[in-house]
């Protein structure tokens, strides 16, 4: 049974950085990728990285967001750099292109002005 279980959310000052973490079960981790929904919003792909740690952002959130995983853990990492109010959203990561069992409960960045 593949889980895929987010941490490292919370409320954070504007300019702030957070990292997040993703650690997966029930699963070898391959191409992940992070997305976000925030409120009254659909999901939103922020970024992904392969299975050889190449990585790809859309152009809007180039700079803002780092992917990184350690294999050895499982584990897959998404570093937000200079947080701004809009970035709060429920992050979530999963497979590159998502399973549909994949989604877990997110972690919650909360970022103040």
């Known amino acids: 049974q593949v889980q895929l279980v987010e941490s490292g959310g919370g409320l954070v000052q504007a300019g702030g950085s957070l990292r997040l973490s993703c650690q997966a079960s029930?699963?070898?981790?391959?191409?992940m990728a992070w997305y976000r929904q925030a409120p009254g919003k659909q999901r939103e792909f922020v970024g992904r990285?392969?299975?050889?740690?190449?990585?790809y952002y859309p152009n809007d959130l180039r700079g803002k967001f780092t992917i990184t995983r350690d294999n050895a853990k499982n584990t897959v990492y998404l570093q937000i750099n200079r947080l701004k109010p809009e970035d709060t959203a429920m992050y979530y990561c999963?497979?590159?292109?998502?399973?549909?069992?994949?989604w877990g409960q997110g972690t919650q960045v909360t970022v103040s002005s």
């Open positions: 990285i392969s299975s050889t740690g190449v990585t």
């Open positions: 999963n497979t590159f292109p998502p399973l549909p069992n994949g």
């Open positions: 029930g699963i070898n981790i391959r191409a």
